[in-house]
C-alpha cells in the first residue's frame, strides 16, 4: 500500500485512551516512543515503531525530528460568534467591579448583545473565521460553538446559521450549542420567565433546521434560577436536544446537581459547585468542563476543584471558554498551562482533558479526541521535546503542524530554521 503521508521519527505519539476517561483512569496516558503514523484517505491507516515505518512507501513523508504528535485538540466551550469587543471594561474591572454587577448595569454580555445584533450575518461570519483559524494554529481541529449574544430569535438565529455556514466549510468540526438564555435582555428586565418562553418558544425552529445539538444556559445569580433552568433543559430534551449548562460559576447555586439530575452532557465553570455535587458528579455520566482561563482573566483567586473531582470519581475536561468578556484566548495550551498550575493537574490528565474527554463533552467521544487506526487523522505535531513541555512552557503556541483528516491546515511558517528544544 502507497500512504498518503506518513509521518516518521515521533518522539512521543499521544494515544489516550477509549473514553469518557473517570477519575483514576484519566491519570493514564499511552505514550509511544520512537513511533510513526501513517495517513491514507484522510484516515489514520497505521500506526506503530519508526523502525518498522522503514520500508513503508508513502506520497509525502514529514519527519517528526523527536517532536510530539497528539491528536487534534478539542475546544469543548466557546462563544466562538460575536460582534464587537470589549476592551472598554478593563477599567471597571480594574476597579473592582464584579462580573455580574457589570452586567447588572447593562454592560458585560448584554454590551456583546448590542453589537452583535448589529453586525451583519455575514460580518459575523468573518470574524469567527479569524478566530477559528488562531484556534486551528493552536492545535484544535474540533470544538463547540455557542449562540447566546442576540437574546431575541432573529439574532440567535443569526449566529446559529454563522455556525452551521463554518460547518459547512468543514475546516474544523463545529458542534453547535442554543444558549438563547445567556443573560436577560434590557426590553425583558424583571420577566425572566416570559424570556425563557420565547427562547423555549424557538426550539423547534432549531430542532426543524438542525442548527444545534445541545442547548445551553447560564444559570447564576441575577440571570437563571435553578428552577428556570430546569424549565428550560426539560424542554431541550423533550425535543431531542442533548443538555448542557453554565453552573456554579460564582455562587454555589446547585447547578451542578442539576446537570446531574437533567443527564446532562456536559457542567461547565463549576467554580463553586458544592462536595455534593461534585459526588453527583463522580457518580454520573456528566462530564465537568473546567475553564480555568475564565477564572484567571476575572482576576479571582478561587478556581474549580479539579483534583476533588477527579479523585472524586469524576471525568474532567478543559476548554478555553473563548468568549469576548470573561475569557478571550483561543490558545488552548494556555488554558493546559492554567490547569497544571492552578487546578493542580497531571500532565496526563490535561491531555485527557483536552482530547478524549473533550470529545466527550460535546458527544463527539466516538469521532474526535484520539488517534487510531479507521479514525480521523486529525493530529498535531508539536515542537516541544515531550508532552509534559506544554503546560510547562506557557503563553506561547507550540504547533508546529495542524492536520485536519489528513490535510495540513496549519503550518509554522519558521519550522526549519528553530531545532526542537532539548529536556
Ligand atoms: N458566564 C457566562 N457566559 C460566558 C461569558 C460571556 C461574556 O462575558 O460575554 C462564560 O461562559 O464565561
Ligand atoms: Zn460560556
Not at 77 to 84: A, K, N, R
Not at 100 to 105: G, P, S
Not at 215 to 242: H, N, P, W, Y
Not at 271 to 284: K, N, P, T
Amino acid at each position: 500500500m502507497i500512504y498518503d503521508t506518513l509521518i516518521n521519527r515521533i518522539g512521543q505519539l499521544l494515544l489516550p485512551a477509549e473514553g469518557p476517561l473517570k477519575g483514576e483512569d484519566m491519570k493514564q496516558l499511552v505514550v509511544l516512543e520512537d513511533a510513526a503514523i501513517a495517513i491514507k484517505d484522510g484516515k489514520v491507516a497505521w500506526i506503530g515503531q519508526n523502525e518498522k515505518a522503514a520500508q513503508m512507501e508513502a506520497r509525502q513523508v514529514i519527519d517528526a525530528m523527536g517532536r510530539v504528535v497528539s491528536p487534534g485538540l478539542v475546544d469543548p466551550h466557546t462563544h466562538l460568534v460575536f460582534g464587537g469587543s470589549r476592551e472598554g471594561e478593563l477599567a471597571m474591572k480594574q476597579a473592582g467591579v464584579p462580573y455580574l454587577e457589570i452586567l447588572k448595569q447593562g454592560g458585560g454580555i448584554l454590551s456583546t448583545v448590542k453589537a452583535t445584533r448589529a453586525t451583519s450575518e455575514e460580518g459575523l461570519l468573518e470574524k469567527a473565521k479569524f478566530f477559528l483559524n488562531r484556534m486551528a494554529s493552536h492545535g484544535v481541529t474540533t470544538l463547540e460553538a455557542k449562540s447566546g449574544y442576540g437574546l431575541d430569535r432573529e439574532t440567535e438565529l443569526k449566529q446559529l446559521r454563522v455556525v452551521s455556514r463554518l460547518k459547512e466549510e468543514g475546516a474544523l468540526d463545529i458542534v453547535s450549542t442554543f444558549l438563547g438564555p445567556h443573560a436577560i435582555p434590557p426590553e425583558y428586565k424583571d420577566r425572566p420567565d416570559e424570556f425563557l418562553s420565547e427562547m423555549i418558544g424557538m426550539l423547534d425552529d432549531v430542532v426543524r433546521d438542525d442548527l444545534a445539538s445541545c442547548g445551553d444556559i447560564f444559570c447564576e445569580t441575577g440571570v437563571f434560577t435553578v428552577e428556570q433552568s430546569r424549565r428550560f433543559m426539560k424542554a431541550c430534551l423533550e425535543l431531542g436536544l442533548g443538555v448542557k449548562i453554565h453552573a456554579d460559576e460564582i455562587d454555589s447555586l446547585g447547578g451542578t446537581e442539576l446537570a446531574v439530575e437533567m443527564g446532562a452532557i456536559s457542567a461547565d465553570h463549576l467554580v463553586a459547585a458544592s462536595e455534593e455535587g461534585i459526588q453527583a458528579l463522580a457518580d454520573s455520566s456528566t462530564i465537568a468542563v473546567l475553564l480555568p482561563g475564565t477564572t484567571f482573566y476575572l482576576g479571582k483567586d478561587e478556581y474549580a476543584k479539579a483534583r476533588a473531582m477527579i479523585d472524586s470519581g469524576a471525568a474532567v475536561s478543559l476548554a478555553t471558554d473563548f468568549n469576548p468578556g470573561s475569557c478571550v484566548t483561543e490558545n488552548l495550551q494556555m488554558i493546559m498551562s492554567l490547569a497544571g498550575l492552578k487546578l493542580k493537574m497531571t500532565p496526563e490528565e490535561i491531555w485527557n482533558a483536552v482530547t478524549v474527554n473533550a470529545a466527550w463533552a460535546i458527544g463527539k467521544g466516538e469521532d474526535a479526541g484520539r488517534l487510531e487506526v479507521g479514525k480521523d487523522a486529525d493530529l498535531v505535531l508539536w515542537d516541544v521535546p515531550n508532552y509534559s513541555y506544554i503546560p510547562y512552557h506557557y503563553g506561547v503556541n507550540h504547533a508546529n503542524l495542524v492536520m485536519k483528516r489528513g490535510e495540513k491546515i496549519w503550518e509554522r511558517g519558521d519550522a526549519h530554521v528553530f531545532s526542537v528544544p532539548q529536556s
